[in-house]
C-alpha cells in the first residue's frame, strides 16, 4: 500500500487547453473525493465516487469538469477549455467507506495546475 | 455552509500550548481534522462524531460540542513538528464528503 498517487504533479497549460488528471486511491478504498485547494485556503469539495457510481457533484463545479472512476479504481479528472481561474492544486482522496462510523479521508499529494 | 476556524494564525515557542476552534451554522456529524505542510498534502489527525466525544493522539487531542455544532482541537507542550496549517472538515452525514474550513497557520518557534 503506497497511499493515494495522483499524476502529474504539476500541469502548464495554455489557456483553452484541456487537462486530465489520474488519482489512484489506496487499493480496497471504495470512495474516492476530488477537491481543489487555492492558496490560503482549505480544500474545496468537487466531487465524490463511491465505487464507480459518482455520487455527489459540488454546486460550483462548472460543466467543463468531468470526473469518473469507471472500474471503481482509479479515477481521472478533466477540465476542458482551461481558464485562468482554474489554476489550483487539485487534491484527491480515498476512505474506506464504514455505514455505521465516519471514516478518514487520506490524500495524494495533488496536481498543482498553471492555467497561462 | 463552510465552517468557522479561529484563531486564524498562532506563533507558539516550544512547549506552549495552542487551542484551535471550529465551529458550524450547520448540525454536524462528524468533524475531521488535518494538518498540512507547506507544498504537502493534508495528513489525518483524528475524526470525531457526535456525541459529544473526546479524542486524544499523543500531546494532541480534540473534542467535539454536538449541541454548539463546535470542535476544539488541543496541542500541548508543542514541538516543532506541530507547525502547519490545520484544517477541520465537517460532515453533515456519513456520506464523508467534508467541507473544510480556511485553516489556522500555527508556528511553532524554538
Known amino acids: 500500500d503506497t497511499g493515494v498517487s495522483q499524476n502529474p504533479r504539476h500541469k502548464i497549460t495554455k489557456r483553452g487547453q484541456n487537462v486530465t488528471f489520474r488519482c489512484d486511491p489506496i487499493?480496497?478504498?471504495?470512495?474516492l473525493y476530488w477537491y481543489r485547494q487555492t492558496l490560503g485556503q482549505g480544500p474545496e469539495f468537487l466531487t465524490y465516487f463511491q465505487n464507480e457510481a459518482q455520487l455527489e457533484k459540488s454546486r460550483l463545479l462548472s460543466d467543463r469538469f468531468s470526473a469518473e472512476r469507471p472500474k471503481g479504481s482509479f479515477s481521472t479528472l478533466e477540465i476542458q477549455r482551461t481558464e485562468q481561474g482554474d489554476s489550483a492544486m487539485y487534491l484527491c482522496?480515498?476512505?474506506?467507506?464504514?455505514?455505521?462510523?465516519?471514516?478518514?479521508?487520506?490524500f495524494g499529494q495533488g496536481t498543482r495546475l498553471t492555467v497561462v | 455552509q463552510q465552517p468557522v476556524q479561529s484563531p486564524q494564525a498562532v506563533i507558539l515557542r516550544e512547549g506552549e500550548d495552542a487551542v484551535i476552534n471550529c465551529s458550524s451554522s450547520k448540525a454536524l456529524y462528524s468533524v475531521h481534522w488535518y494538518r498540512q505542510k507547506h507544498g504537502e498534502a493534508p495528513v489525518f489527525l483524528m475524526i470525531l462524531l457526535k456525541g459529544g466525544e473526546q479524542k486524544g493522539h499523543d500531546k494532541i487531542s480534540a473534542s467535539f460540542n454536538e449541541k454548539k455544532q463546535q470542535s476544539s482541537l488541543y496541542l500541548t507542550a508543542s514541538q516543532l513538528s506541530y507547525s502547519g496549517t490545520y484544517f477541520c472538515?465537517?460532515?453533515?452525514?456519513?456520506?464523508?464528503?467534508?467541507?473544510f474550513g480556511k485553516g489556522t497557520k500555527l508556528s511553532v518557534k524554538p
Open positions: 487499493s480496497e478504498h471504495n470512495r
Open positions: 482522496a480515498s476512505s474506506l467507506a464504514n455505514r455505521v462510523i465516519g471514516t478518514e479521508a487520506f
Open positions: 472538515g465537517t460532515s453533515g452525514g456519513s456520506q464523508g464528503n467534508l467541507i
